[in-house]
């Protein structure tokens, strides 16, 4: 990597990030992001933010790797998962329009009670808290192997700096950076996707058939498109962003976030592929597209990810600091307590960074299994609108948690137990077998649960 030259811009983004960032001192524009005025974030700017928070430094790398390692199917696999822009828009619509709630914890709380509320709020608080690991972890990379100076001084500086915006203008100042970093990451993607297209060695037909039939990355499709219904759900910064505006317009920034966002990702995991049919030995991804594409490449990668991993932390710190203050009550909706739960994430996050793993995926695959105990609620009680007895809940959560911790220690190498009662090898395989555990043992035990209709009470 250009390390001069990414200093030099990395300086520069956060000056900008930092001019652009309004001072908010409204509890509504901190943590709704609404104008001095009162006015509601119009279709443009939910859009972009949506696909700016989405298209995170993780991501990109991660559709990269799954491309490099799997090829199409791993590109596609990865992408499936920003089908969640459609399950989400459904959820939402439905969560606003049909239960009449204005966010998902009173939905929650109106069926499972405190105790369910607090399930919920611990999942969504681990996954802020490795989105701002994941995230940090990739500026790392960017600059040096793990532990040396660059790595950690630019993982403290981006820390920094994104805090400090976002401590200023909360939700609002995510949505106004959230516009030029998505349009800036646009114009960066499409020039390493040039870069590809016009290189000697591209072919499209061979992109097409990287695949095997029997390759880990058509399993890893099946584990998304199972995940996909309960992914959106636990995701506080998509979720949050669909209790902002009217109808019409959230409907619409969810489609076209939809179909912008796939094409990126889809994009970005073509390098990957692409890298991958070009490989030596054992050349990494970075370095394989290194060698292919050259130094400019390397800049335009190393831009991406920084306003990836930027627009993806201040999104991060927004909806921690709303959902510690307004949706648990932890204290009273003023920007100064919201401030103070942006600090807390993030001493968390850089924790993660210095104890947690290095396996980016590791995160999502934890992350979306755990996820998976919202499904029976989704299909059940927010789609049906059924009424069922809270203790299936509690089961079902149990269960998916359960699942995450056991994939977790499984590809951690700290059991094998999986592998052995199953006979199944790949990492892939066993997620696959893990979500549809918990998948079966969740429906079961809501249909199980389900009360008379002549009982349910409106929602």
Request: glycine share 10%; hydrophobic share 55%; aromatic share 10%.
């Amino acid at each position: 990597m250009p390390l001069p030259a990414l200093i030099g811009a990395l300086i520069l983004l956060a000056a900008v990030s930092v001019l652009v960032s309004p001072r908010v001192r409204t509890a509504d524009g901190f943590f709704r992001g609404s104008s001095n005025t009162g006015q509601a974030p119009d279709v443009v700017t939910l859009t972009l933010s949506q696909v700016t928070t989405w298209i995170f430094a993780r991501s990109l790398l991660n559709a990269g790797i799954l491309g490099y390692f799997f090829g199409i199917a791993g590109a596609l696999a990865y992408t499936a998962y920003y089908g969640s822009f459609l399950t989400g828009w459904l959820i939402v619509d439905r969560l606003r329009y049909r239960h009449g709630v204005t966010n998902i914890q009173t939905f929650v709380a109106h069926h499972f009670g405190r105790l369910g509320t607090g399930c919920f709020n611990l999942l969504i608080s681990m996954r802020l808290l490795t989105e701002v690991f994941a995230n940090l972890l990739v500026v790392g990379i960017v600059f040096g192997a793990a532990g040396s100076v660059g790595y950690n001084l630019a993982i403290i500086t981006v820390a920094l700096v994104t805090l400090a915006y976002s401590m200023t203008g909360g939700l609002r100042a995510s949505l106004r950076t959230d516009l030029w970093q998505m349009t800036l990451l646009g114009v960066l993607l499409i020039g390493l996707t040039a870069m590809m297209f016009v290189h000697p060695f591209f072919e499209a037909s061979a992109l097409l058939e990287s695949s095997a039939t029997n390759s880990p990355g058509w399993i890893l499709l099946v584990v998304a498109l199972l995940q996909v219904l309960s992914y959106p759900m636990h995701d506080p910064v998509m979720m949050d962003r669909g209790f902002l505006a009217d109808r019409s317009s959230t409907r619409q920034s969810f489609l076209h976030a939809f179909w912008i966002s796939s094409l990126c990702i889809l994009a970005f995991g073509f390098l990957g592929v692409f890298a991958g049919l070009h490989r030596q030995g054992e050349e990494e991804l970075i370095a394989t597209l290194a060698r292919l594409l050259g130094t400019p490449a390397m800049l335009l990668l190393g831009l991406a990810l920084f306003i990836s991993a930027a627009s993806t932390l201040d999104s991060a710190f927004s909806s921690a600091s709303k959902l510690a203050v307004v949706d648990m009550e932890l204290g009273e909706a003023t920007a100064r307590n919201g401030r103070l739960a942006m600090l807390c994430f993030a001493v968390g996050g850089l924790l993660l960074v210095l104890f947690g793993t290095d396996d980016l995926f590791a995160a999502v695959a934890v992350s979306g299994t755990a996820s998976l105990f919202l499904t029976p609620v989704i299909i059940f009680c927010i789609f049906a609108e059924r009424r069922v007895r809270p203790w299936c809940f509690f089961v079902t959560f149990a269960a998916a948690v359960g699942g995450a911790a056991a994939y977790f220690v499984e590809t951690s190498g700290y059991s094998q137990l999986i592998g052995s009662i199953s006979g199944l090898e790949h990492d892939y395989a066993k997620l696959l077998l893990i979500t549809v555990v918990v998948l079966v043992v969740g429906l079961s035990s809501f249909a199980m649960a389900l009360q008379p209709r002549s009982d349910n009470t409106p929602s």
